[in-house]
């Protein structure tokens, strides 16, 4: 085989580190057509094809943990005999980490029930060999875990909560309740500390099996519950099954019952994770943003939040009325847009991508435009009605409701109330991610903790 000549400077570093630390010749390289920096390879070492994938570092936000935290921690989890890529080194331009390309599907939905049920029973398995693990590799690796007196169970929600606050600079009244509501009603690990993903229910399978763990990110030494959690707002498009059931499988691998109190706690705070990393994006998105895969990930997660707190709270969550859709004179011109875009043709996969995702934001636009002065009226007026004060425009009732959260809200009084009207937000935002019917419109509900 012949080498390939790369397309673009990252691409060609790339290429040339292969080329030079894995030996032999990159006879492709491509780019991936997705929202961080990664790219897929093959080398061939004398006749040996070595498939890998490079993980870079995310454009749009800071991680909570740097990418050579996670890389570290996914070598240390393959040289403890977890299942998970094979990590072979480092480039420092572009900052990315080298790492086998497992074979087959991360997909679920799809399977068998009897296949699927085989391969979350195995990846079940192999969280609790995690789990059991003894956590001084890793800490002797400089895995992060609780400093002195800190609560394991707590580890994420406070670096989380640190990464939120360095980007903040815009008004988010959501997050700020639901970080107040958790922090009054905290839970303790009880002594559980280990080796977790978080992010939790990302893993490969192949001909009909479990094969590696992946897309570590915000492993982190912490409570294992937050495995445990972690996973249910992917089950809404990955459908792995009765999560009851596998918890009490869980509980058998590792020889004690789940706690559930902590699981619905991590969950909740879990489902405002793409939020907290996003918010400031949302607000004053660099270029090489998604901006379309950032916003339709916040409003469905936003969505799932008020429906965690307000199941859990036992609130009677509201509806809303969609309106008529409104006709302006931009309406030619943003439908030729969307026309334009649905019909653009390009040789590149991740030009491709991109003008998706351009697709899709003007298909936002266009929904904005039938639907959003009402909907944000509607916004303004309950606003008004909760606080007592008409908001000037829908960054002032930003203003107006965050500074009710930290001032109105002493003890939890006016949870209830503020449940409501942020999950009216909620469905009003999600209402104009696309068009009635569209994915990215629609909104799949979580597994209750109540059934």
Not at 167 to 180: A, C, R
Not at 329 to 350: F, G, M, N, Q
Request: glycine share 6%; hydrophobic share 40%; charged share 25%.
């Amino acid at each position: 085989m012949e080498a390939i000549a790369a397309t673009d400077p990252e691409t060609k570093v790339v290429a040339d580190w292969l080329a030079e630390n894995i030996g032999g010749q990159v006879v492709s390289i491509e780019r991936q057509p997705r929202w961080r920096p990664q790219w897929i390879a093959d080398v061939d070492r004398g006749g040996e094809i070595v498939p890998l994938m490079i993980r870079g570092e995310r454009y749009d936000t800071d991680m909570t943990w740097p990418l050579r935290h996670e890389g570290d921690f996914q070598k240390l989890m393959v040289e403890l005999g977890v299942k998970a890529p094979k990590v072979w080194g480092w480039i420092d331009k572009p900052l990315a980490f080298v790492m086998d390309r497992v074979p087959g599907s991360s997909w679920t939905i799809e399977l068998p029930d009897a296949e699927r049920e085989t391969i979350v029973d195995e990846y079940v398995q192999e969280l609790a060999k995690l789990h059991t693990l003894d956590i001084k590799p890793f800490v002797e690796a400089g895995i992060d875990r609780a400093k002195a007196g800190e609560n394991p169970a707590t580890i994420g929600f406070n670096r989380m909560n640190d990464m939120y606050r360095r980007q903040k600079h815009h008004y988010d009244p959501q997050m700020e309740f639901f970080l107040d509501w958790l922090s009054r009603h905290l839970i303790d690990s009880n002594g559980r500390e280990a080796a977790i993903v978080w992010d939790s229910g990302q893993f490969m399978h192949n001909n009909g099996h479990f094969s590696a763990i992946i897309d570590v990110e915000l492993g982190h030494i912490g409570d294992p519950m937050m495995d445990l959690a972690g996973w249910r707002m992917r089950d809404s498009i990955m459908n792995f099954g009765d999560f009851n059931k596998i918890y009490d499988r869980y509980g058998e691998l590792v020889g004690t019952p789940v706690d559930i109190d902590a699981i619905e706690w991590h969950h909740i705070y879990f489902t405002l994770s793409n939020q907290l990393a996003f918010s400031h994006a949302r607000v004053d998105p660099p270029v090489e943003s998604d901006f379309a895969t950032n916003m339709q990930w916040c409003n469905e997660t936003n969505l799932y939040a008020t429906e965690a707190l307000g199941e859990y709270l036992g609130v009677e969550l509201p509806t809303i009325e969609l309106p008529p859709d409104e006709m302006t004179l931009a309406d030619p011109a943003i439908d030729h847009l969307v026309k334009t875009l649905s019909t653009l043709r390009v040789d590149s996969e991740y030009a491709r991508y991109r003008i998706r995702g351009a697709f899709r934001e003007a298909r936002h636009i266009q929904r904005w435009n039938q639907i959003g002065r009402q909907l944000v009226a509607d916004d303004l007026a309950d606003v008004h009605q909760l606080v007592g004060q008409r908001p000037e425009d829908f960054r002032d009732a930003e203003r107006l409701l965050e500074d009710f959260v930290h001032t109105q809200n002493e003890g939890g009084r006016n949870d209830e109330k503020l449940v409501q009207i942020f999950h009216r937000r909620n469905l009003r935002a999600q209402a104009m991610n696309g068009p009635i019917g569209s994915a990215m419109a629609r909104h799949i509900p979580i597994q209750s903790f109540r059934n």
